[in-house]
């Protein structure tokens, strides 16, 4: 496993590769810096050390703040290999993985042993799938990989199509004792999909690897799903860009946060254009539809025992559910607030619960060149 080692200096531009791998993962621009302390401390003997490693189809990025390069260097050496091992189980494009055996054919109707961090899986998202009515749903992959077909050939997949891999499709159809780490597949057909929430699990594990080293300053994104700990040195916290109300604007507010998880879904960067329609990367599982309205919805979720995964999910319910009925999910989940960006004729508007509110937001400002940061957010799930 290999990473790259970013020096306490001035951002540098990323090299190509960089460059061609985020357009590849469909992210839009986040600006992550600090934010400037009211009133700033003496000067602390921690360093800046940045890191990037390419996983889950994305750029893994992590800033640690360390007395030593050396420590640093070991906690992301882990955090990265941490990160690989989960894309090794959660990937439902490797037929080895855990999640692809788990729904083989002959482990039908037959309880499976699952691991540890399925069962963490299972049971953050679990609550989600049924308060939302099945609008995040885990067992979606028929749905999912007809779509990425559709998106392929440019066109929506045929509706008879669509009802076929609608009969595989139900949370429920996947019976769980987590008590006795199990899982059972109750028809054949079933295939998961984890992309609503493995990158979320997994800057969490990438932060928790961190943590377990002693290292509590740190900022963990996967892609655009950004987890943080305790603030900078001598900071109030980091910030987390919010999307603009126009979809190829930068980001002109941030968020405060601190031990927290931010996420973005939406469509400014994968969809389907079709007979005058726009079809969103996100499914709803309870339709076999592709999300149509447009909608850019941010999470923000703090002080659980899953900021990352909760966030993630939570984003891609809320997205699936709209502007009208996302909001009152949130209500059930007391840590969580969302920012909907909604688009009209008359130009976008802007829903904020009122758990988002409490959160600071404060207008993008320039960033020192030895403090700034930048991540990607990938609003596209």
Known sequence: MSFKYHPMTAPQRPPAASRAA???????????????AAHPLTASPLQRFEY???????????????????????????????????????????????????????????????????????????PI???????????????????????????????DAIREARRAVGYELLILDLTRSSATPSIPGMRLDLGAVAKGYAADCALAECRRRGLTRVLANAGGEVVVGEPPPDQQGWLVGLPAPGAKDPPDECLVVANSA??????????????????????????????????????????????????????TAVNALGPEHGPALLARFGPAGARIIRPSP???????????????????????????GSAMTNPAR
């Open 22 to 36: 985020a357009k590849l993962a469909l992210a839009a621009l986040l600006c992550v810096h600090l934010l400037p």
């Open 52 to 126: 990037e490693h390419l996983q889950m189809a994305t750029w893994f990025r992590l800033v640690i703040y360390a007395p030593e390069r050396g420590i640093a260097d070991r906690a992301a050496t882990a955090a990265f290999a941490r990160v690989d091992a989960l894309n090794a189980a959660m990937s439902d494009f490797l037929p080895d993985s855990e999640v692809s055996r788990l729904t083989a054919p002959e482990h039908v109707k037959t309880a499976v042993p699952i691991s540890e961090d399925l069962c963490r899986v299972f049971r953050c998202a679990r």
């Open 129 to 159: 799938e049924q308060n939302s009515g099945g609008a995040l749903d885990l067992t979606a992959g028929p749905l999912t990989q007809l779509w990425r077909r559709a998106r392929e050939r440019g066109v929506p997949p045929d509706p």
């Open 262 to 315: 931010v996420s973005t879904s939406g469509d400014q960067n994968q969809f389907l254009a079709y007979g005058g329609e726009r079809y969103s990367h996100v499914i709803d599982p309870r339709t076999g539809n592709a999300v149509a309205h447009g909608c850019t919805v941010t999470v923000v979720v703090s002080n659980t025992d899953s900021d990352g995964l909760i966030a993630d999910a939570l984003a």
């Open 346 to 372: 008359n130009g976008p508007t802007t829903i904020t619960t009122p758990e988002f509110r409490r959160w600071r937001v404060v207008p993008r400002q320039p960033n020192p060149p030895d403090q700034m």
